[in-house]
C-alpha cells in the first residue's frame, strides 16, 4: 500500500507565500518523477510543477518565476515553494507521483487528496 499525504494549502492574501509538503509513505521500493497538479472550479487539472528523481524540474508558464519545486528523496518528500500567489493561483492543489511498489515490476501513478489553496484579499 502506497500513500502521497499533502499538507501546507490555506488561505493567503495576494502577493503572499505558501508551502505545501508531500510525502510519500507504505511499500515503497522507488519513486520517479513527482509533481503538483491543481484544479479549479469548472477547469481541467492542470501541472504546475515536476521534477525528477535526479532532480530536473519542469514549470507551468504562468508559475515561472514564482513557484519552486524541491524534493527530499531520503524523505520520499516533494515541496511545492510559492511566493508572489495571485488569485487566479486559487485551486485544490495534487500531489502526483511515479512509484514503483516493493514487489511490483512496474511504477504506478498514485495522487495525493488535494489540498485547498485560496489566494484572497
Known amino acids: 500500500q502506497v500513500q502521497l499525504m499533502e499538507s501546507g494549502g490555506g488561505l493567503v492574501q495576494p502577493g503572499g507565500s505558501l508551502r505545501l509538503d508531500c510525502a510519500a509513505s507504505g511499500s515503497i521500493a522507488s519513486i520517479n518523477a513527482m509533481g503538483w497538479y491543481r484544479q479549479a472550479p469548472g477547469k481541467q487539472r492542470d501541472l504546475v510543477a515536476s521534477?525528477?528523481?535526479?532532480?530536473?524540474?519542469n514549470y507551468a508558464d504562468s508559475v515561472k518565476g514564482r513557484f519552486t519545486i524541491s524534493r527530499d528523496n531520503g524523505k520520499n518528500t516533494v515541496y511545492l515553494q510559492m511566493n508572489s500567489l495571485k488569485p487566479e493561483d486559487t485551486a485544490v492543489y495534487y500531489c502526483n507521483a511515479i512509484i514503483l511498489q516493493k514487489g511490483y515490476w512496474l511504477a504506478r501513478n498514485y495522487w495525493g487528496q488535494g489540498t485547498q489553496v485560496t489566494v484572497s484579499s
Open positions: 521534477i525528477t528523481s535526479g532532480g530536473t524540474t
